[in-house]
């Protein structure tokens, strides 16, 4: 039987096990390069992207204050400048960090924030039901580069995303599936439309498997498309060892999530740095 999470001191465990296992280096596995400074953990991927994690922003075992916070969001974003080839850095905050000054120390050095999300964590086994699906979608794990950029072009359209934007994600992408074994792309199709997709990494190490990308063309939404590639990708999280899946979730795809047994958290923000021309 799968008790579903309902009460505080379990919400609380839920997020420990975040906090301890999927942040820092463990959300970066894929970077070509990872530098400390101080709590935070500096990752560089292909494409010239960085990203900045952290568990706090304590420093000395001193907690948090806006001046040192300062001076953290100062050398992080030096540390990018120096390296000509990183045109665009992420910010990950967290809604439940204590980050005294942060979200004024980053606009400040030219961060703007992005809409926030849910973060949300449960056990995967609530998710990993059979749901039924409309007449002629299947849904289905691809490797193949043609599937894979089919997936990531309707991802862009749901998104809205630049063209460079799903051009350098897609190389991304597909090198880190031939490069290495810690990601699922999956789709739903119809009639060999890419309908709805998403991807399942597995994170060594932990007991944690994340969904993310998770996208539904307007017109497909509202049919269990949605829940059934979740499901399928649930499925898969338990067939690697994994207990809990994790996701930053909209608007869209919280409601389902919830629905299925996996609890609201936290929040999370994404503020990006750009490099001027």
Known sequence: MVVRVTDAASTSALLHAYDTQLREEAEVPSAVEVAR????????????RGFISYR???VDRRPAAEDSVRELVAGALAHYEA????????????????????HEALLAHGFTPDEPESVMVGDARLLAVDVDLPVGV?????????????????????????????AEMAEQILHRLRTRDDMEMWVAEADGQVVSAGRLEP??????????????LPQW???????????????SALAHGKRYLNSDSTEFSRPILERAGLVKVSTTTPYEWTRRA
């Open 56 to 58: 706090h922003l304590d």
């Open 203 to 216: 994170v060594a190490g932990t007991e944690f498997a994340g969904l993310w990308g998770g996208a539904t």
């Open 83 to 102: 390296d000509p080839q990183v045109v665009r850095v992420e910010w990950k905050t967290r809604g439940h960090d204590h980050a005294p000054g942060l």
């Open 138 to 166: 299947v849904v289905r794990q691809v490797t193949d580069e043609g599937d894979v950029r089919a997936m990531m072009r309707m991802q862009a359209e749901v998104f809205g995303d630049a063209a460079e934007r799903e």
């Open 37 to 48: 400074l101080g709590p935070l953990v500096l990752a560089t991927f292909l494409g010239g």
């Open 221 to 235: 939404r509202g049919r269990g498309i949605y829940r059934a590639l979740t499901a399928a990708r649930a499925r």
